[in-house]
């Protein structure tokens, strides 16, 4: 989720937590939700690893200040900062609590999503992605935003509405959880059993509907891939004029379509060698830790280089968004090969 979501989510479950009368030495209800949304943002502050380097960012975002582990000690680091700054008037304790609360939501708002976040961190990189929303949910971030504003409006009952929209989402993520399995049942019920086999089957949120989903069957050498609407009846299309959400919501085919996108994790011809070398380069490792689904992106021919790119399939959105592009150039001879990284429609060095 993006940080604003997950500060206000966890404003939001502050709120609901949030004692009916105010006993002294306790924070006011004001401090106890700016407590919880400060909170809430906190454990994507490990955008500072950024200052060491664009794939120390990469394998540790998500990582320890997301960690179920970690978050104990996160809350009692935050809650003691809380305390300095109403000068000493509550306890470090007193916000103890609450910050554990907006951690821990923090936390569940990442894991639903594609992108994998290391729940165990520091003591193992696993990382847990259910995949049943989009990074990015109008649907989720609306629920929050109409609870909040309702109490804002409503003094008297602020902690009812409160529990109540919290209530209302986590019903909206349980919802998703049934169409992860509508869609996931969809797929094994197109691909024939031979090939399932020897496949592993992803299925991940996509934008502008929780009806959207995109399926990916990962074979040893191959990807087959399809874009699916629940309860689409109809192929939509869209021109080239059209909007970027128009040709988004054209990529999605009704369930029963039997189409099928076939991806080669390597490229195809001439191309399978060098991209596999690219791919198995000792600099490449970061990246192969990051990379869930990679394949080739691209393949470019510069001036007396040879070059390939990879992407990986989590966060492709054909023919729209490919981000987290990386890959490597080599000379003619094909000796030595530089590893890069594809920022702002150009190779930058891979720091």
């Known amino acids: 989720m993006d940080t604003l979501t997950h500060a206000l989510s966890a404003a939001l479950a502050a709120r609901a937590t949030q004692a009916s009368t105010t006993k002294p030495g306790q924070p006011s209800p004001t401090a106890h939700a700016w407590a919880g949304f400060l909170a809430g943002a906190f454990p994507d502050s490990d955008i500072i690893m950024l200052l060491f380097g664009h794939t120390a960012y990469l394998n540790h975002h998500r990582g320890i200040t997301h960690s179920l582990v970690m978050a104990p000690l996160w809350a009692v680091l935050l809650a003691g900062i809380f305390s300095l700054l109403f000068r000493r008037r509550y306890s470090w304790r007193a916000f103890y609590e609450v910050s ?36 990015i949910d109008p649907y989720f971030t609306g629920i929050i935003v109409l609870a909040l504003l309702m109490g804002f409006f409503s003094k008297r009952h602020k902690r009812a509405i ?18 992860l399995r509508m869609a996931r049942e969809s797929v094994y019920a197109s691909i024939p059993e031979q090939i399932l086999r020897q496949a592993k089957v992803y299925v991940l949120a996509q934008p502008l509907s929780p009806f959207n989903w995109k399926a990916v069957v990962a074979l040893p ?80 021919n510069p001036p007396g280089q040879n070059c390939v790119w990879f992407s990986d399939q989590r966060f492709v959105l054909r023919g729209i968004r490919a981000p987290f592009i990386y890959g490597g150039c080599a000379g003619t001879d094909g000796k030595k090969i530089t590893i890069m990284r594809f920022a702002d429609g150009k190779p930058v060095p891979l720091d």
């Open 100 to 135: 554990l609360l907006a951690i821990l939501v923090h936390i569940f708002g990442d894991v639903i999503t594609n992108y994998g976040t290391m729940i165990f961190a520091p003591f193992s990189d696993y990382k847990l992605a259910l995949s049943t929303t989009f990074i």
């Open 162 to 179: 409160a529990q109540a929209g919290f209530g209302v989402l986590l019903c909206y993520v349980l919802a998703q959880g049934w169409w």
């Open 221 to 300: 050498d191959r990807y087959l891939v399809k874009y699916i609407n629940l309860f689409r009846h109809t192929e939509k299309t869209s021109r080239q004029t059209d909007n970027i959400f128009t040709h988004a919501d054209a990529l999605y085919l009704p369930v029963n379509d039997k189409r099928w996108e076939v991806i080669p994790r390597y490229g195809g011809g001439i191309v399978r060698p060098f991209a596999y070398r690219v791919w198995q380069a000792p600099a490449m490792a970061d990246i192969r830790r990051f990379m869930l689904l990679p394949a080739v992106q691209n393949v470019q």
